[in-house]
């Protein structure tokens, strides 16, 4: 097969059809060097990517590398400078990604980070729900900076309860890749927290996407982490409530602005 012969594995898939898609990779994933595009988690066992194939398929930690921005393709396509962060341990291994990924318009970075870097790209997905529900709502850019600025210290928190290391969140791994999410209108996620804030139910603005919102999952993942680490997040618990409780978006947006600063 393809993957047999290939060095580097990139994994592109929806967070959704993961498990799927790479089990007849099975018996050959774990000699690879794997790098992950996916920007969200494994959603029967809400693991970030990197922990999902380690644990379930083997890989080891060495091996494996993650993808993140800021960055969305539909930019790379249109030929805009734009920046990218290969994540790995494996020095090694991130500076051939980042070489063969180096062009013209497209800047590549490195970091060892691994965990902050996926978490980073899992959350930011979830506070663009947030970005969207409040455009839709007829929120100003006066609200949306007090959003974004409040979701980029509950990152910082929520990352630093899950792997806790010295890292500066307002870095662009982290912080970039929040901010183009949030405000852009190429983002799925701010697409999906549009409708939702428009009021279309779940299931219609789903039905309404042509992509998947890796946010909607992600949702599930950041649900745990409260459980587990009793970390403030008002904004995730926000939109995991209209998400899986069918909250109010108007009402839920309503109370949360009251708690943010």
Same mark, same amino acid.
């Given at each position: 097969?393809?993957?047999?012969?290939?060095?580097?594995?990139?994994?592109?898939?929806?967070?959704?059809?993961?498990?799927?898609?790479?089990?007849?990779?099975?018996?050959?994933?774990?000699?690879?060097?794997?790098?992950?595009?996916?920007?969200?988690?494994?959603?029967?066992?809400?693991?970030?990517?990197?922990?999902?194939?380690?644990? /379930?398929?083997?890989?080891?930690?060495?091996?494996?590398?993650?993808?993140?921005?800021?960055?969305?393709?539909?930019?790379?396509?249109?030929?805009?400078?734009?920046?990218?962060?290969?994540?790995?341990?494996?020095?090694?291994?991130?500076?051939?990604?980042?070489?063969?990924?180096?062009?013209?318009?497209?800047?590549?970075?490195?970091?060892?980070?691994?965990?902050?870097?996926? %978490?980073?790209?899992?959350?930011?997905?979830?506070?663009?729900?947030?970005?969207?529900?409040?455009?839709?709502?007829?929120?100003?850019?006066?609200?949306?900076?007090?959003?974004?600025?409040?979701?980029?210290?509950?990152?910082?928190?929520?990352?630093?309860?899950?792997?806790?290391?010295?890292?500066?969140?307002?870095?662009?791994?982290?912080?970039?890749?929040?901010?183009?999410?949030?405000?852009?209108?190429?983002? /799925?996620?701010?697409?999906?927290?549009?409708?939702?804030?428009?009021?279309?139910?779940?299931?219609?603005?789903?039905?309404?996407?042509?992509?998947?919102?890796?946010? %909607?999952?992600?949702?599930?993942?950041?649900?745990?982490?409260?459980?587990?680490?009793?970390?403030?997040?008002?904004?995730?618990?926000?939109?995991?409530?209209?998400?899986?409780?069918?909250?109010?978006?108007?009402?839920?947006? /309503?109370?949360?602005?009251?708690?943010?600063?």
């Amino acid at each position: 097969s393809v993957a047999a012969q290939a060095e580097i594995l990139v994994l592109a898939v929806p967070s959704a059809f993961l498990a799927e898609a790479i089990e007849p990779l099975r018996d050959v994933l774990a000699q690879k060097w794997v790098v992950s595009a996916v920007k969200g988690i494994e959603p029967t066992s809400h693991q970030i990517i990197g922990e999902y194939l380690h644990d /379930r398929m083997g890989l080891d930690y060495s091996r494996f590398g993650a993808l993140v921005g800021p960055c969305h393709a539909e930019e790379i396509a249109l030929g805009r400078l734009s920046y990218l962060t290969v994540a790995s341990e494996n020095q090694q291994l991130a500076e051939a990604v980042a070489q063969k990924l180096r062009g013209s318009f497209v800047k590549v970075a490195c970091t060892p980070d691994i965990y902050g870097t996926e %978490y980073a790209a899992v959350l930011k997905n979830i506070y663009a729900i947030a970005a969207g529900m409040a455009h839709g709502l007829g929120y100003g850019d006066n609200f949306q900076a007090v959003l974004v600025s409040n979701a980029l210290r509950e990152m910082k928190r929520v990352i630093n309860a899950v792997h806790p290391i010295k890292r500066q969140i307002i870095q662009t791994e982290y912080s970039g890749d929040l901010f183009v999410t949030m405000y852009s209108p190429f983002s /799925r996620n701010r697409r999906l927290g549009l409708l939702l804030g428009k009021g279309y139910s779940l299931s219609a603005a789903r039905a309404e996407m042509s992509m998947i919102a890796e946010g %909607y999952y992600a949702a599930k993942l950041i649900r745990e982490v409260k459980r587990e680490k009793e970390v403030k997040m008002p904004i995730a618990l926000a939109v995991y409530k209209v998400l899986y409780e069918n909250a109010s978006p108007k009402k839920t947006l /309503r109370a949360l602005a009251e708690k943010l600063k």
